[in-house]
């Protein structure tokens, strides 16, 4: 009854998202892509595009697009429960206002220790000019206020050469230092950041060399440490800093697939096979403890295979900051995953990472093990460390079963987990197996299906009692 309300698609927010004109050059590629771009806005819940010879005018093709719009307004609770803490909410959102493709949400989430937030979020597609976007949020969480304004201009396709982005952010943050699951320490504080970035493409479609510069002035302001064991934690100096960088990277695209049954219960997935690398190196200029300008470095690399039915994903972020030539501040992050899919409808999918943290003069950064931190069967937070190492196996069968829209998954899985701080080696692993469902709507859940796992703690020598979790979302995805 609530989707009678629901705006249709207009014809014209579909034609702003192609960049091409009547009587360009348009090739199946450009096709396949547009397809992909609409796809991205998750608004539809069935959509083809096809390239089809004009009848009327000898070498001229019509581009033939068929959508069917997925319930856009969702009005309603929401409920979770995740490594024993039980989260609550209710949300009002739209995701095509007016049928333009733009989205705006309202929403209030709690849970059973302690954390809330309030959020509005208003993003336009097509703010002053097409191709310019703007989004807006604000809120209020149990940690302080926070915003967002931002005004961009992504790229919009393959061939496009120039993006830009400019965003204003503040937020009340806590650093927690947890023990056993249990916060002992806390560290308040206020970030505050500028940013502007420009970049540019060159080269031919399949592979495309960027380069660009971001402009970035921060402001980290901190408060006292609370908590039992406030004073084991060095709180370090506010400071400001001003960062100018050089952006370089390559952009190569092998091919694009879509494939059925990867991540998603119903709908396709659209996967790019190729890599991308970038590095992005620049001063910071700071007025912690002195006044200092120090070198930094970002690298990013993503890259996806296949061969056959079977896929592979690697992602690695690297950071790392410097002062009189000594290494300061390094972060790490390195995933890979993996997917099966020789069988009809069964799949096997894992995923090991590793993640690190050091900072000499910053506030370190714990990494956690638990129920929301990839290691089913345990409670949120459980262990904590400066590096952590995590794999996840599944097993996933997608079944026929079938109701209304709604479509159901088999799911059997196994993790692992360790953690350690810095200079230490991982200890013995904590381990759990279990099972669950998936259930899939194009209608109601789009791309990200609903999540139900029980799981079995292997090495809780406290409790080995089973732990259900229920979320919207695959544990990781491709």
């Known amino acids: ?10 014809k014209d927010t579909v034609e ?14 450009d096709a396949e892509e547009f397809e992909r771009k609409l796809r991205a806005m998750d608004i539809f819940s069935a959509l083809s595009v096809s390239l089809l010879p004009d009848v009327d005018q000898a070498g001229y093709a019509r581009l033939v697009v068929d959508t069917q719009d997925r319930t856009s307004i969702t009005l309603g609770g929401s409920g979770s429960f995740v490594g024993g803490v039980g989260t609550v909410g209710f949300s009002v959102s739209e995701r095509s ?17 302690g954390n809330n937030r309030l959020a509005f979020s208003y993003e336009d597609l097509h703010f002053i000019h097409p191709q310019t976007r703007a989004s807006l949020g604000f809120g209020e969480t149990e940690e302080g206020e926070f915003y967002n304004v931002k005004v961009y201009s992504p790229f919009q396709y393959r061939k ?13 943050k806590d650093v927690d230092y947890l023990s056993s699951g249990t916060v002992v320490a806390s560290v308040p504080y206020v970030d505050e950041s500028q940013v502007l970035t420009s970049t540019w493409r060159r080269g031919p479609r399949q592979e495309r060399w960027l380069h660009g510069v971001v402009l970035r002035n921060d402001r980290i302001d901190y408060d006292v440490a609370v ?11 506010d400071y400001s800093r001003v960062f100018v960088g050089y952006l370089l990277g ?27 690398h970038e590095l992005l190196t620049g001063l910071g200029r700071r007025d912690q403890v002195d006044v200092s300008t120090q070198p930094e470095l970002f690298y990013k690399s993503t890259a996806a295979y296949a061969r056959d039915k079977n896929y592979i994903s690697l992602g690695l972020n690297a950071y790392a900051r410097f002062r009189s030539g000594d290494s300061v501040q390094r972060q790490t992050q390195f995933d890979v995953k993996a997917y099966a899919l020789g069988f ?6 894992a995923r090991i990472s590793y993640d690190n943290n050091y900072a000499r003069d910053d506030l370190t950064i714990q990494s956690y093990l638990g129920e929301s931190d990839g290691l089913r069967g345990y409670a949120n937070d459980s262990f ?30 196994f993790d692992a987990g360790w953690v350690a701080d810095k200079g230490e080696d991982f200890r013995s692993p904590y381990r759990s197996v279990g099972f669950g469902l998936r259930v899939g709507s194009k209608q109601l859940f789009g791309l990200n299906p609903l999540r139900i796992d029980l799981s079995f703690p292997l090495d809780n020598s406290d409790d080995d009692s089973p732990l259900l979790s229920v979320a919207m979302g695959q544990l990781f995805s491709f």
């Open 227 to 237: 908590g039992p064991q406030a004073a084991s934690v060095t709180v370090p100096d």
């Open 160 to 172: 496009d050469n120039f993006s830009w982005r400019l965003e204003f952010n503040q937020e009340d």
């Open 1 to 10: 009854m609530l989707n009678k309300l629901n705006w249709t698609t207009k």
């Open 97 to 113: 206002l007016l049928g333009t493709g733009d989205t705006i949400t309202l929403g209030y989430v709690e849970n059973t220790i």
């Open 344 to 349: 009809k409808r069964h799949k096997l999918a």
């Open 16 to 29: 702003q998202q192609l960049w091409l004109q009547v009587g360009d050059t348009v090739t199946t590629e």
């Open 250 to 276: 390559l952009d190569s695209v092998r091919q694009y697939k879509k494939v059925s049954l990867l991540d998603n219960v119903v709908l396709p997935q659209d996967i790019k096979l190729g890599y991308k």
């Open 384 to 413: 904590s460390g400066e590096q952590r190492l995590r794999v996840n196996l599944e097993s996933r069968i997608a079944t026929k079963v079938q109701f209304a829209t709604l479509r159901l998954g088999l799911l059997s899985f």
